[in-house]
Structure formats: structure tokens, C-alpha cells
């Protein structure tokens, strides 16, 4: 196992931040102090000037195998991933066929233990993720996943997930859900509103995230369950979750990269890249998640990678299939999203990893394939997953040189500020000075 040694960092840890180095031997944090002197055969990075936190979490991530490996592949993902400063990624289960068995869930966690970062699996809610049979989670949950959901279309049905969130609290399991009433998105391709009269695109109701939103909040209610909201876009959704937060329910949010740095204005140019569900909202939900995000009131950035090949993203906007990547631009656009050189280390790292670690009941493993323990702690006897995030360099983001296997990213041409330098994975050191290694 390599020996490791992170030297002259700011170290982002429970007890906040402290400048310092941190030795790793065997996968396990053993050292954490200040002026460590190089043993041996250790490899040194060298974190001057730069920040040391848990590993990045992703909790959605498209890895689109099994059935749509031209796309992206378990491996290329994870490639992606590393580059981007992800320890973990969570594999949606909107595949074809959907992730809605033990036989495919253990196919995904086994080519996942393949590779050089934890790859877990979010299983599917429903048979097939057609709304309407559940699928074996009990079966599911005792291969170690922890969280389900039917992603790509919400849970429609008021009483199948009612029923879902009924087996799933004895289960110890979190539903994740994808709020979009499909009786008021319909047939719509960016967000409704006066630009999307203007263009003459059919628009997406804000209303369709909200309704749901408020309704699964009632469900959690009634039931005692947990839900976790996927990519909240709207700034009523985001009251809605605190609200009953305070109320004391056992719910968590997200918010994905580009509803954080993204308005409905780029959908102008009627360039199917900024075509994503739920759509791009206004100026004002941009602002207001923005807000939202730096008083700590959002679990989680999490990225909704969605890879599709050229030829399928190469239509008219309202016909090319919605979805963009984010692997390896979130870590910059969320510190862009945190104010930058104002941003708050120990922030940055709750919601890239801490935050999201938890969400997915990644803190503690006690399972195995693959999997490990993720949102430590940064202190002795922890494992060894950690990131280390450069906030001086400047970049230029562009599609051609991404580790992934697809291009479709929003952000080409722009100017990124901050950026992954190392990734140390299961005590390995996976990326260094920005290369994978």
C-alpha cells in the first residue's frame, strides 16, 4: 500500500481549520500534526497554499452502464470522477434495463470495486421505474445500498410512494426523489415563462417540482420516513424543504452546479447543451439557491452527470434528450457559487462531501464490494479518502479534454476559478498536480 505524506496544507477537519500535514499508511490516516518529517518511500504532496478535506461525494451521478456505454461506462465515470476530486460516486439507477434487481445492482457494484474510487448504487424505487410495483429493495438494501429512487421521473403515484416510504423506514434505507409532476412538466423543455413564449419552446411549470415537493413532505409526515430531494431548482422548493426541517421531518436536498451557476437566458441560442430536467430556472431561483447554499441551508451539491453521445445531443433543443455533465467542473462552480475568495473551506467541504457522505450513508460502511468510507473526519484512524482543492489557479473549462467519455458539458470556453490538484483514494494517491496517476 503507498505511504503518503500532504505537507503544509489547511486542513479542513471537525474541529475546523488548522494548518498542517497528514501521513497515510496502509489506507488509514496515521499521522495528523505539523512539520512531519518524510519517512522513506513516502510520495509527497505538496498542499502549500492549497485547502485538505474528506474526498468529494457524489450522490447522482449517470454512469449509464449497463445499456448505454457509448455514452459513459462505470470506468470512464470514475474517471471522470477522480479528475473532478470524487472519492465516491453514487450510480443512478436509470439504465437500460433500470437497476431494480440484485443481480444488476451487484453487476454495477462489482465493476465499480474495479475501480480506484468507491462506486455505490442507488437502486430503483419501482419495477422497471414505471411508478407502479416496488421493486425489492429488502434484497437490494442487504447488498448495501442505501438509497433508492426512481430518477429521470418522479414517483407519481401518491400511494405507491407512500407504500415505498412504508417499507423503507424499517429497511433503514433513504427514497430519493425526482419532483417533477409529469401532469404539469408534460411535454416541456425549458422552464415556463415569458423567454420561453418568446422562443417558442413548451415550458416546464415551477410548479410541477413544488406540488411534489410539498407532497412527499406529507408523506414523510405521515409515515416517520426519510427523503432526500433531488436537484432542487426553484427557491419555493428550497422554503419548502426548510421549512420542514425546522418542523424536525427527516428530510435532505440538493442542488446541482448548474441551476447554482446557470439561468434560463443560456436556453436562448436554442443550444440543446443547457437543455436539463428540471430546467433552467430564472436569474432570481439562481440567486436565491445561491443564498440558500451559503447560509448552509442545502445538504449537498451533487452533480446530475448526465453523459449522452454526440449524435443524440446533436438535435433541435426540444428533441435532443436533456442532461449535461458535471463531474469534473462542480468543485470550481461550487466555489464560484460560495463567493469565491470569500468561500468558506469547512462549507465547501459539507456540501461536496461531509453533506452528501451522510445523505447517502456513506460516513460508516459496514458492508462490502468496494465500498468505503467516505466524509471523514480528517483525523487518525480515519480512512484515507481525502481531496485536495487548489482556490489560486484559474482555468479555462473545455470539452475536449475531458476524462469522460462524453462532451456534452455547458461550460466550455468558460473561466473556472479554483481547481482539484490531488485525490488520495482508498490510500492511494489517484491524481496528482491534476493528472491522474
Known amino acids: 500500500m503507498t505511504k503518503i505524506l500532504i505537507t503544509d496544507g489547511t486542513l479542513v477537519t471537525n474541529q475546523g481549520l488548522q494548518s498542517g500535514d497528514v501521513r497515510i499508511r496502509d489506507g488509514v490516516i496515521t499521522e495528523v500534526g505539523t512539520a512531519l518529517t518524510r519517512e522513506g518511500d513516502e510520495l509527497v504532496v505538496d498542499a502549500s497554499g492549497q485547502w485538505v478535506g474528506p474526498g468529494f461525494v457524489d450522490l447522482h451521478t449517470h454512469l449509464r452502464e449497463p445499456g448505454g456505454e457509448a455514452a459513459e461506462t462505470i470506468a470512464s465515470g470514475a474517471r471522470a470522477g477522480i479528475a473532478g476530486g470524487y472519492t465516491a460516486l453514487v450510480a443512478m439507477p436509470n439504465t437500460e434495463p433500470a437497476l431494480d434487481t440484485v443481480a444488476l445492482v451487484s453487476f454495477v457494484l462489482a465493476e465499480g470495486g474495479r475501480s480506484p474510487i468507491t462506486v455505490a448504487v442507488a437502486g430503483a424505487i419501482t419495477q422497471s421505474r414505471a411508478g407502479e410495483q416496488l421493486a425489492p429493495m429488502a434484497e437490494m438494501a442487504a447488498l448495501g445500498v442505501r438509497i433508492f429512487t426512481d430518477d429521470g421521473a418522479g414517483v407519481q403515484s401518491a400511494g405507491v410512494m407512500r407504500r415505498a416510504l412504508s417499507y423503507s423506514k424499517p429497511l433503514g434505507v433513504r427514497l430519493a426523489q425526482h419532483c417533477e409532476d409529469a401532469t404539469l412538466s408534460g411535454s416541456g423543455v425549458m422552464n415556463e415563462g415569458p423567454l420561453a413564449e418568446k422562443l417558442g419552446l413548451a415550458g416546464r411549470s415551477e410548479l410541477a417540482e413544488e406540488i411534489m415537493v410539498q407532497r412527499d413532505i406529507d408523506l414523510v409526515r405521515a409515515t416517520g420516513a426519510s427523503v432526500h430531494f433531488l436537484h432542487?431548482?426553484?427557491?419555493?422548493?428550497?422554503?419548502?424543504?426548510?421549512?420542514?426541517?425546522?418542523?424536525?421531518?427527516?428530510?435532505?436536498?440538493?442542488?446541482?452546479?448548474?441551476?447554482?451557476?446557470?439561468?434560463?437566458?443560456?436556453?436562448?441560442?436554442?443550444?440543446?447543451?443547457?437543455?436539463?430536467?428540471?430546467?433552467?430556472?430564472?436569474?432570481?431561483?439562481?440567486?436565491?439557491?445561491?443564498?440558500?447554499?451559503?447560509?448552509?441551508?442545502?445538504?449537498?451539491?451533487?452533480?446530475?452527470?448526465?453523459?449522452?453521445?454526440?449524435?443524440?445531443?446533436?438535435?433541435?433543443?426540444?428533441?435532443?434528450?436533456?442532461?449535461?455533465?458535471?463531474?469534473?467542473?462542480?468543485?470550481?462552480?461550487?466555489?464560484?457559487?460560495?463567493?469565491?475568495?470569500?468561500?468558506?473551506?469547512?462549507?465547501?467541504?459539507?456540501?461536496?462531501?461531509?453533506?452528501?457522505?451522510?445523505?447517502?450513508?456513506?460516513?460508516?460502511?459496514?458492508?462490502?464490494?468496494?465500498?468505503?468510507?467516505?466524509?471523514?473526519?480528517l483525523s487518525v484512524g480515519e480512512a484515507a479518502n481525502i481531496t485536495v482543492f487548489d482556490p489560486r489557479v484559474s482555468w479555462e473549462a473545455n470539452a475536449n479534454t475531458l476524462q469522460s467519455r462524453a462532451s456534452n458539458t455547458p461550460y466550455h470556453g468558460r473561466a473556472m476559478f479554483g481547481r482539484v490538484s490531488s485525490v488520495i483514494s482508498k490510500g492511494i494517491l489517484v491524481l496528482q498536480e491534476g493528472k491522474l496517476q
Open 232 to 377: 432542487l431548482s426553484t427557491k419555493r422548493a428550497i422554503d419548502l424543504v426548510v421549512a420542514a426541517k425546522i418542523e424536525g421531518l427527516d428530510v435532505t436536498c440538493e442542488v446541482t452546479p448548474h441551476h447554482l451557476t446557470l439561468d434560463e437566458s443560456f436556453c436562448s441560442d436554442y443550444d440543446p447543451t443547457f437543455k436539463v430536467h428540471p430546467p433552467l430556472r430564472s436569474a432570481h431561483d439562481v440567486l436565491a439557491l445561491r443564498e440558500a447554499l451559503r447560509k448552509g441551508l442545502i445538504d449537498a451539491v451533487a452533480t446530475d452527470h448526465a453523459p449522452h453521445t454526440p449524435e443524440s445531443k446533436d438535435r433541435a433543443f426540444d428533441e435532443a434528450p436533456a442532461g449535461m455533465l458535471g463531474l469534473e467542473t462542480a468543485a470550481s462552480l461550487t466555489y464560484e457559487a460560495l463567493g469565491q475568495d470569500k468561500c468558506d473551506p469547512e462549507l465547501f467541504y459539507t456540501v461536496l462531501s461531509r453533506g452528501p457522505a451522510r445523505v447517502a450513508q456513506l460516513r460508516h460502511i459496514d458492508r462490502p464490494i468496494g465500498l468505503s468510507p467516505q466524509g471523514g473526519a
